[in-house]
């Protein structure tokens, strides 16, 4: 017969001290009482037999715990301490009145504990090693083999037939009890395994539900009909720029919140009026006083009579969505002034060159003098700065697709500064200071528009030191995220800083729009033109301005990681929406 034990490891971990106390204590009890009744009738070698036996319980038990605390199986001990008991009892049996003895009752105990811990089978088991030795010890004390111990009646105190009557009743009541104790048990162990089975499956539920709360990107914050915070995911903490979860929970809104008062107007106008809303567009101010777009809608959080317990409200960070329609306005723009650009400058080109043309031939012919030469130098020179208006028209307008290859940054600036050096436009009191951090550092670029960065930053910054100054470029590497979401990777920074004038902190905002300027004559095409090759190129272009330190523009691109063809892919597709 296979007995399994119940619920083993529970009463290793915490109750195996309680039940042996309970043992120790009801050992005490039966023992305790045989004593007496043998005390009552003399005889001083049947109570030192009972002192002993209370000994040995004691002694099992203590090793019995301890040994189940040094790592023995519990299921190999309990059979034997039942089988213990069992002979226990047998002993109390004899030194407390022998067949006549109220005692034998006491088997019913280790029945219940085998029931109880073996369940059926257990508590039958146990039932019959119990009726063995019961019927046993009768037979024996009826047949005169063994003589009862203790004072009092005796095994001779009843008739052959009560004693039998006895030990019938007795084996019965053993039985019924070990089958109901087990019954009780199994039924115990179901119920307790099915509530186990539910307690595990609303963990599961919410571990689930914690889960998706935990990691959906949008952000959730629900309240009670008090207008407190019961739940506030990571995505909320995070878009909001709030304290940890846990130190806002049971707080009211308007006190967590206190600087978002349109976030709180909205849950607090959805708790009065009990009214959801859907999606729609809210501005809050975040800490630090900036903007922070939100889309937001708002549910009520009812119960099951349908009465208000609360509301959810379920936002997003909108600050990308309107940078990237931004971006596509400024697309749009772009591709407007592109094409009125080119239209305009077909149109205006042709008679242009006639025009030049022709001026030139009269200057080479006349003979003038005085305000009238004047007048035909300002008609030319006017003339060619028309013409230069129109070829940035059309550079900016007509600004292709980079051809991707890798670029030597270092080596590109050299020979765009050997062309510069002997070019007219170089301004002689302008000195140039070039440091290269890093050699041979390589970017996945457009070799032409590349040089067309450097020389427009180049020409800008002599421009600015028209009364001379100190031009310095450095180049170096860092380890920077370029875009949205991505993880860092290494980058090549370009550092162009010169020592003129600072740019006013007004002018700052607009120097990479096209068309904008503050030069006499400038198109403000130059700037734009470098922004939108450096963002086409996923890089950054940043600029600072101040009297202290002068001017100083900085280029961000990723370095050359020599995967060709997804890097090739990855700059054609943000240069195409770009």
Sequence with gaps: MRLLPRAVPVEVGGNLRKLTILRLVGATFVIGAAIVVRETGGGERSAAVLYGLLA????????????????????????????????????????????????????????????????????????????????????????????AAGAGSGAG???????????????AAFFVTGFLSGWLSTHVSRRGEELASKDRELTRVK???????????????????????????????????????????????????????????????????????????IEIRSRDGAALPLGISLSMLKGENGEKRG????????????RMREKIRRADKMAAIGELSTAIAHEIR?????????????????????????????????????????????????????????????????????????????????????????????????????????????????????????????????????????SPEECVVIDFGNTGPAIPESVLPHIFEPFYSTKDGGTGLGLAIVARIVEGHLGHLRVTSDEMSGTKFSIVLPAYSGAETRHEEILKEEFISF
């Design 56 to 147: 040995a319980i004691y002694a099992v038990s203590g090793a019995v715990y301890f040994a189940v605390k040094a790592g023995a199986p519990l299921r190999t001990l309990i059979p034997f301490e039942i089988a213990f008991d069992c002979a226990a009892l047998t002993m109390t049996l004899h030194y407390s009145g022998g067949s006549a003895s109220q005692f034998g009752v006491l088997y019913v105990l280790p029945i219940l504990a085998g029931g109880v811990y073996f369940q059926v089978a257990g508590g039958i088991a146990t039932a019959l090693l119990a009726s063995a030795a019961y019927i046993t010890y009768m037979i024996l004390a009826i047949g005169g083999v063994v003589g």
């Design 157 to 171: 105190a009843e008739s052959p037939a009560e004693a039998i009557l006895r030990a019938c009743w007795s084996v």
């Design 207 to 281: 571990l689930h539900t914690d889960s998706i709360i935990t990691n959906v990107s949008s952000g959730l914050i629900v309240t009670n009909a008090a207008g407190e915070i019961t739940t506030c995911n990571p995505a909320a903490v995070k878009i909001l720029g709030l304290m940890p979860s846990a130190e806002i929970k049971g707080k009211p809104v308007r006190d967590v919140l206190p600087h978002m008062s349109a976030l709180v107007d909205e849950l607090e106008k959805a708790l009065a009026t009990g009214i959801p809303r859907r999606r729609h567009e």
């Design 311 to 322: 509301v959810v409200a379920i936002f997003q960070d909108l600050t990308e969505v309107h």
């Design 350 to 486: 042709a008679p242009l060159a006639s025009i030049c043309g022709s001026i030139e031939m009269l200057s080479g012919e006349l003979e003038l003098s005085g305000d009238n030469r004047k007048l035909m130098e300002l008609v030319i020179k006017e003339s060619d700065r028309l013409d230069r208006i129109i070829t940035d028209f059309l550079e900016f307008a007509r600004l292709k697709p980079p051809s991707f290859e890798p670029v030597d940054v270092a080596r590109c600036l050299d020979e765009v500064l050997l062309l510069f050096r002997h070019s007219s436009d170089l301004n002689k009191n302008v000195s140039f200071d070039v440091a290269c951090d890093a050699p041979g550092a390589c970017i996945y670029a457009d070799d032409e528009q590349i040089r067309q960065v450097y020389l427009n930053l180049i020409m800008n910054a002599c421009e600015a030191m028209s009364d001379g100054g100190r031009f310095t470029i450095r180049i170096g590497t860092d380890t920077r995220s370029l875009r949205e979401n991505a």
